[in-house]
T-cell receptor, first 114, second 114 residues
């Protein structure tokens, strides 16, 4: 089955800096890669996703890049703000399954210091 | 994701008891999912349902049971056979079970075994 590795497990930045979180996946047939943000005690919320026919996608301060050859994808947050502090999860789906089974990374705790 | 509700928010269970977690959605989504979240780990799939009256085991189904009698509802029962049930339980739904269909999460139920 699919295996998703996420790094780093914790990330601390100063407000205004950029933050980058990287994920690798094992199944080359995977073709959908969402990113979720989860604040403490809250539900995960989709912040951006990318499908395998696209190499990069941007939404204001957030971007995701996908390298299918190397089987990795990354989340980039620019001009970080304290409200960006949360746990971020990457996930991959597809990979030969017949349904949208999401395999999640272990999560990255992002702390943005004012 | 405001159309997915879970109850209760907190649940306490004595060892040996079965408990049922509620998940309801008014998004007219066909597919529904149950995930378990433990500290420092990503989400793991317990069960999923692609359509009414049908459901399949996920990666960690042992000690859990589900039903899908209505499109809107996908309750999860944590049985006494689940050896370590204390966790945060998240329900999700998607418009269908397609590989690239976005999953939206409910607010979660935190289960504690006393």
């Amino acid at each position: 089955g699919e295996n998703v590795e996420q790094h780093p497990s914790t990330l601390s930045v100063q407000e205004g800096d950029s933050a980058v979180i990287k994920c690798t996946y094992s199944d080359s047939a995977s073709n959908y890669f969402p990113w979720y943000k989860q604040e403490l005690g809250k539900r995960p919320q989709l912040i951006i996703d990318i499908r395998s026919n696209v190499g990069e996608k941007k939404d204001q301060r957030i971007a995701v890049t996908l390298n299918k050859t190397a089987k990795h994808f990354s989340l980039h947050i620019t001009e970080t703000q304290p409200e960006d502090s949360a746990v971020y999860f990457c996930a991959a789906t597809g990979g030969g399954t017949s349904y949208g089974k999401l395999t999640f990374g272990q999560g990255t705790i992002l702390t943005v210091h004012p | 994701d405001g159309g997915i509700t879970q109850s209760p928010k907190y649940l306490f269970r004595k060892e040996g008891q079965n408990v049922t977690l509620s998940c309801e959605q008014n998004l007219n989504h066909d597919a529904m999912y149950w995930y378990r979240q433990d500290p420092g780990q990503g989400l793991r799939l317990i069960y999923y349902s692609q359509i009414v009256n049908d459901f399949q085991k996920g990666d960690i189904a042992e000690g859990y049971s589900v039903s899908r009698e209505k499109k809107e509802s996908f309750p999860l029962t944590v049985t006494s056979a689940q050896k370590n049930p204390t966790a945060f339980y998240l329900c999700a739904s998607s418009i269908s079970s397609g590989i690239t269909d976005t999953q939206y999460f409910g607010p979660g139920t935190r289960l504690t075994v006393l």
